[in-house]
């Protein structure tokens, strides 16, 4: 049941980027359709949050079936993170993670050098649905102006992206700080970082030129947009590997303990 949910959640979200991807034809775009075209996009965020909050539940009911079957790696890593401590670690993790992640993928936009209203005649505050047009998974994009020079963008695969990799940070932060010791730890930081990256590589390269200088910041942008898939390969296989290998850890220093 708690699985099911999951894939659920996962294959109803692949479903619906792919079906949202046939309106992205600028070619539709007639008076007449763009309206149809942009309720189906306010349809579609509603089926996404449906879609999240199904994987939500069902990786919550997971976890709590693990936990108390107490069997294996899983219901190691899932006792691990059940406990009160260990879910006040993972939510903080989570949101830090995530407002991380939204600066870098561009998600959580602040141009301090472009004025919102005066460029792009934008009222404070405001938001609109874009329902077109870009690539798979890109569409439909939702704009916030916040301020002057805050706003967020919010498209659908970076929020996908963002959740999950936010997620598996979250996991392996509450359960590295129930292991002492292990390597596992430095492992997981390698997958957080490369995560950092995968949405939007020239975004978190924009990013990072508040550090290093502009025209740094410009030239590292484009050496992660060819490195794109690199990222992607590493930082979520790491992600799930490292907890795992934390849990053997931890039932070892468990199995140790009991046979004292």
Known sequence: MERGLVMLGFGAIVAL????????????????AIGVIQRIAYGFYIALAASLGAIALGLYKYHK?????????LGVMAAATLNQKSRRIFIVTFVVYGVFFSLASGTLVYQPEVNFVTHYGADIPSGFVSPCCDNLGYMPKIIVYLSEHVGLQVIPINLVLQITVSYLVGLNVSIALRVRGTS??????????????????????????????TASGIALSL??????????AVSIPVLLLTPFLMAKKLQSMNNACGGE
């Open 17 to 32: 980027f792919v079906a949202y991807n046939r309106y992205q034809d600028p070619g539709l775009l007639t008076p007449d």
């Open 65 to 73: 079936a693990k936990a108390g079957s107490g069997g294996g790696l």
């Open 184 to 213: 596992g730890r430095g492992v997981g930081g390698v997958g957080a970082a490369a995560g950092l990256f995968i949405a939007c590589p020239t975004c978190a390269g924009t990013f990072l030129s508040l550090f290093v200088g």
């Open 223 to 232: 050496v992660l947009v060819q490195l794109q898939t690199i990222f992607i």
